[in-house]
């Protein structure tokens, strides 16, 4: 079953806009990463959050982190068309002696220049 | 260049031919990974390894073998292809198996079993 499970599923918006995508997930976690994924190629990191944090920034990217709702969020502010891709939340659940990294099923962002 | 290669990028075989996908990494990393990806599903972990000799079942092993003699090496065998793997699959690699840190991605193979 799904760990992490993005919301909404896909998203448009205007060049410009803010663009909030959320990721739920089930168990406890170490760390969720968030990733992007040009159309079939690789997934790049974008960034990663602890479970002791809160809120972390990179650039125009904004990752929120709420261990007891067991939620994050990432906010792309000012988007530019190049941010169009997939994203993906990731967590590393905390089970037994495994270090599986499961990731959800991506939300699927289009940014209109 | 860091960076994980995968070969071949596009694969068509027939069911039941064993083959094999290479995946390397020049980082020196310790934890590498397998994973597919198919429309809806996201990505699905097949197998990992913490490091040489030492490899683990993700939540899609089946159908799926591994092994882990080099630690820059880590190569995906479909023994007995079927159908159902068609999937574009991905290698990844990162520095630290005591917590996952960022994952470093292949460029993917897109695999097809008629």
């Known amino acids: 079953s799904q760990q992490g499970e993005e919301d909404p599923q896909a998203l448009s918006i205007q060049e410009g806009e803010n663009a909030t995508m959320n990721c739920s997930y089930k168990?406890?976690?170490?760390?969720l990463q968030w990733y992007r994924q040009n159309s079939g190629r690789g997934l790049v990191h974008l960034i990663l959050?602890?479970?002791?944090?809160r809120e972390k920034h990179s650039g125009r990217l904004r990752v929120t982190l709420d261990t007891s709702k067991k939620s994050s969020s990432l906010l792309i502010t000012a988007s530019r068309a190049a941010d169009t891709a997939s994203y993906f939340c990731a967590t590393d659940p905390r089970m037994d002696s495994s270090y599986k990294l499961i990731f959800g099923s991506g939300t699927r962002l289009l940014v209109r220049p | 260049e860091a960076q994980v290669t995968q070969n071949p990028r596009y694969l068509i075989t027939v069911t039941g031919k064993k083959l094999t996908v290479t995946c390397s990494q020049n980082m020196n990393h310790e934890y590498m990974s397998w994973y597919r990806q198919d429309p809806g599903l996201g990505l699905r972990q097949i197998y990992y390894s913490m490091n040489v000799e030492v490899t683990d079942k993700g939540d899609v092993p089946e159908g799926y073998k591994v092994s882990r003699k080099e630690k820059r090496n880590f190569p995906l065998i479909l023994e007995s292809p079927s159908p159902n793997q068609t999937s574009l699959y991905f290698c990844?690699?990162?520095?630290?198996?005591?917590?996952?840190?960022?994952?470093?991605f292949g460029p993917g193979t897109r695999l097809t079993v008629l």
């Open positions: 990844a690699s990162s520095y630290s198996a005591g917590q996952l840190n960022e994952q470093f």
């Open positions: 168990t406890s976690i170490n760390n």
């Open positions: 959050i602890r479970s002791n944090e």
